[in-house]
């Protein structure tokens, strides 16, 4: 085996890390890897390239001379086994071919030479089976069928199903065998399982996968052989030590299809104890040549270790945080590497709440999990019950469309029968942070009641559903909170708990390191406590709008509906009192950092009551003869109000310049709250957004109303003033626009819908799904940052905008803002600052901090 682990492109991870353990002297049966390069011209032509035949036998010697034994040989034959290894780790979804080289004749010479007749013939069976599986697609129901005792019998009847199955007879020429086996293992790349895997984990599907061509060892030897798996710490936990499972007188295969029971790794020590302890002494190698989990396949022959794989092993979220952190403890990895090793991600999946596992009674099923979470409720089967419920409840559909949205939005959760991680009910549930499980097939789904297996659930029975495992549960599961959150809260100390510890470390660390400040977005002042709480140093959206809602919605309407300059300025008197109390809450909150206050951006007729239901009262009065009053009035408002594109209609910039003293209003409450902040010995930071602003013209008109209002607000501190970019066109005149704008904070939600030209709250559950998995997104562009196009808009208007005013602020407050992926673009593209939710600011500091190392 040539090469080392750095090679994974061309040589597969297993390939590679085979290699690098042969060249650490390691155990490894010997053997060579077919490149993937040669699997995609494979799969380009059809046919085995012309110069691979010859460089196969020239290794394949290679082998033979090593271990003294001849592939074909009748006597002793050297075995081999034909293994697929892709570039990333993709888990049983491609094949592997065990045992290649046995025929009629060479079966009887190693029952001979290992004066084992069982497994000898048992071996010839088990390769008949795997090598007409593969090669041929005889289905495996086909071989199962058969149950003669004798393993000698039962080669017979395979090689009978052979034949019948394929109409030819099982190919005895060794080298026909192998060849056909490789060409196999390159066409597995491309088997349905394995582009879905591909298409779930955004793996590119043009890599290729590898061919390991090995010697044979036998676990299934007898009991002083064996095989096994193991981790060189528990990938659940993180904690240290070695983990794993061994089945005595087994084949690989029989470990990972769980026929039979396995011992625990440490077992092994009563089992072997030499093999035991040379094992852990190989563990701990591997883990300080990878400096990091590994995770190992092995094999026992007649009390003689080999290693078969090893790879740094996949851990869940909790053991990602604590090995990294463990690993800096003990001097193997810098800080600076750990935080490389965590993601926002993990995280994120940490944050949320769980089921108590302890308290869970079994599964009724499992699904995919769609969207992490865990939701507790009562079965409604369609989205009107959904909506009329007022217990929480879970949304159960076949599958859902468009339709389901209103119940959608009520549920608590969502399970569906049908469809996989990119299925409408899946991405609408991700979208809206809603928890989902889809794709559990095993339910039907009837008119009143769901039925899995034996056990019915009837309409309005309590299930709980997991989505991040996908579990589902008959009644109701307790909820525990996050202890990361709570930590994050200050309800828990970090003190003698490994994550919390592990996370508070790499948390420091992410801030000390991070070039991007997180702020957050924030309308009332409880926000922006937990906001503060959760690291956020700033508001970078304060929603004024949400301001206007429940009681005061009155106010606004009075504002609407006012006929006269006298009228409307009696409704912006009172509406200002109430703004600048919130202010001031938000101002005291957020002490000593800035507060960005976006001034009102949504369309009034926001605030009205909807015309459907307006029309309805008014046509009741008419019908009983009485006069429809206030309802009357409303409804000749919003018909005068109607848009047929709110989303691109009179809001943002565009009301302010149209309502006289709207803008001025919410400027004063302002810089009043300021003032008063600052006459109680605070630190007010306010700053003052535009929204939607498209021209410069737009803002200059903006910026000196608002600069003659603050001017005539004794003691207020100074205040900036800028706007959001959002629409294209101020992208595109940011230059222009940074002539006026002393700050720029990118409204990446509209920038987005703009630029693509949909609208968000249409599209997402309309073609998104189909989208996706027709590979037209990788993700939707509402969740990351879609980079060439919105994302080049970003970059230009940064790059324009400071070559206009240098000290230029520049952030983003969309959606994106707590995006992974989306923060490492903006660290990339220069901004000094996102701003995101409350609960994904801690994701947003550690990406910060990820993107500077
Ligand atoms: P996967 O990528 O699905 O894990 P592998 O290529 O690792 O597939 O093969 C599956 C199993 O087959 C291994 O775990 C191992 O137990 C067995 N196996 C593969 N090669 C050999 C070999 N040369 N000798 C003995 N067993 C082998
Ligand atoms: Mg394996
Ligand atoms: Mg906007």
Redesign the pocket.
């Known amino acids: 085996m040539d090469g080392n682990k750095d090679r994974a492109d061309l040589l597969g991870g297993?390939g590679a890390n085979l290699a690098e353990m042969t060249r650490m002297g390691l155990p490894v049966?010997p053997?060579f890897t077919i490149s993937t390069e040669a699997c995609r011209e494979y799969l380009r032509t059809g046919a085995i390239p012309a110069g691979l035949l010859d460089e196969v036998e020239d290794h394949l010697r290679a082998v033979q001379l090593k271990l003294g034994k001849t592939f074909g040989d009748q006597d002793d034959p050297l075995l081999?086994?034909v293994?697929?290894?892709a570039r990333f780790s993709?888990?049983?979804?491609?094949e592997?071919i065990?045992d290649i080289g046995l025929n009629d004749r060479s079966v009887e010479g190693l029952a001979r030479q290992s004066r084992d007749e069982r497994f000898a013939w048992d071996s010839y069976r088990r390769l008949i089976q795997m090598f007409g599986r593969t090669v041929f697609d005889v289905p495996a129901e086909a071989f199962e069928a058969e149950t003669a005792e004798d393993p000698r019998d039962l080669v017979m009847a395979y090689q009978k199903v052979f034949e019948a199955q394929t109409g030819r007879v099982f190919p005895q020429a060794p080298h026909e065998q192998l060849f056909l086996a490789i060409g196999a293992v390159f066409r597995s790349w491309n088997a349905e399982r394995a582009v879905l895997y591909r298409r779930q984990e955004r793996i590119p599907q043009d890599l290729g996968t590898a061919v390991?061509v090995?010697?044979?060892?036998?676990?299934n030897r007898g009991d002083d052989s064996g095989?096994g798996?193991a981790f060189t710490r528990d990938p659940a936990t993180g904690r240290r030590g070695s983990y794993g499972d061994y089945l005595r007188n087994a084949?690989?295969?029989d470990?990972?299809a769980g026929i039979r029971n396995t011992v625990p790794l440490h077992e092994l020590g009563s089992i072997d104890p030499t093999c035991y302890a040379q094992l852990l002494s190989i563990m701990q190698r591997l883990e300080q040549h990878y400096r990091d989990l590994c995770d190992i396949?092995f094999?026992i022959e007649n009390g003689k270790l080999?290693m078969?794989?090893t790879r740094v092993g996949k851990r869940t979220p909790a053991a990602a945080f604590v090995i990294a952190a463990q690993l800096v403890e003990e001097g193997v990895i810098t800080l600076d590497e750990a935080l490389r090793r965590v993601t926002g991600e993990q995280l994120a999946q940490l944050m949320f709440p769980s089921f108590d596992e302890t308290a869970a009674p079994a599964p009724l099923t499992v699904g995919v999990p769609a969207s992490p979470g865990a939701a507790v409720g009562k079965v409604v089967f369609d989205s009107a019950a959904a909506v009329a419920a007022d217990e929480p409840v879970i949304l159960v559909r076949r599958e859902t469309n468009p339709d389901d949205l209103p119940g959608m939005i009520a549920a608590q959760g969502i399970l569906t029968a049908r469809g996989g991680k990119t299925s409408h009910a899946a991405v609408v549930a991700r979208g809206m942070g809603k928890t989902c499980v889809c794709g559990a097939e095993e339910i039907r789904i009837g008119t009143d009641a769901l039925t899995i297996g034996d056990t019915i659930v009837y309409a309005g029975e309590v299930i709980s559903i997991d989505g991040t495992s996908g579990r589902v549960y008959p009644g109701p599961v307790p909820v525990r909170p996050s202890e990361v959150v709570r930590f994050f809260e200050g309800q828990l100390s970090a003190h003698g708990d490994p994550l919390l510890a592990a996370v508070q470390r790499l948390m420091i660390h992410a801030s000390h390191v991070a070039r991007l400040g997180v702020h957050a977005n924030a309308d009332t002042g409880a926000d922006a406590v937990r906001a503060r709480r959760f690291g956020a140093t700033g508001i970078g959206l304060c929603r004024t709008e949400h301001m206007f809602l429940g009681d005061r919605r009155i106010l606004v309407e009075r504002l609407i509906l006012a006929e006269n300059d006298t009228e409307r300025e009696a409704a912006l008197a009172a509406l200002l009192p109430l703004q600048r109390a919130d202010f001031e809450e938000l101002f005291a909150a957020m002490d000593g950092l800035p507060v960005t206050i976006r001034l009102i951006d949504p369309p009034l007729h926001e605030f009205l009551p909807p015309l459907d239901e307006l029309t309805a009262k008014v046509a009741r009065a008419e019908a009983l003869g009485e006069d429809a009053g206030h309802a009357g009035v409303l409804l000749t408002a919003v018909r005068r109000m109607h848009e047929a594109n709110p989303m691109l209609g009179l809001r943002g910039v565009r009301l302010g310049l149209v309502v006289p003293g709207l803008f001025s209003m919410q400027v004063r409450a302002v810089a009043e709250a300021a003032a008063a902040r600052v006459a109680a010995g605070g630190d007010p930071r306010p700053e003052i957004m535009v929204p939607l602003v498209g021209t410069v013209q737009e803002l200059e008109i903006v910026r000196t109303e608002a600069t003659s209002v603050l001017a005539a607000v004794p003691g207020a501190p100074p205040i900036r003033i800028g706007t959001m970019i959002e629409v294209p066109r101020a992208a595109l005149t940011a230059g222009q626009i940074a002539g006026v704008a002393e700050f720029f904070s990118f409204g990446t939600n509209d920038l987005t819908q703009m630029t693509w030209g949909f609208s968000r709250d249409d599209v997402e559950g309309a073609f998104f799904g189909r989208y996706l998995e027709l590979g037209v997104f990788a993700a939707s562009p509402f969740e990351t940052i879609d980079r060439d196009g919105v994302g080049e808009l970003v970059r230009m208007a940064v790059e324009r905008g400071r070559a206009a005013r240098p000290e230029l602020t520049v952030g983003v407050c969309g959606e994106h803002g707590g995006d992974p992926a989306s923060v490492r673009f903006f660290h990339d593209a220069g901004l000094d600052y996102v701003s995101c939710s409350p609960y994904r600011v801690p994701i947003a500091r550690l990406e910060a901090g990820r993107a500077a190392v």
Do not use: H
């Open positions: 297993k049966p053997g081999l086994s293994r697929s290894g993709m888990p049983g979804m491609m592997t065990l390991n090995m010697a044979m060892v036998f676990g095989t798996v084949q690989g295969e470990v990972v396949e094999t080999w078969l794989q």
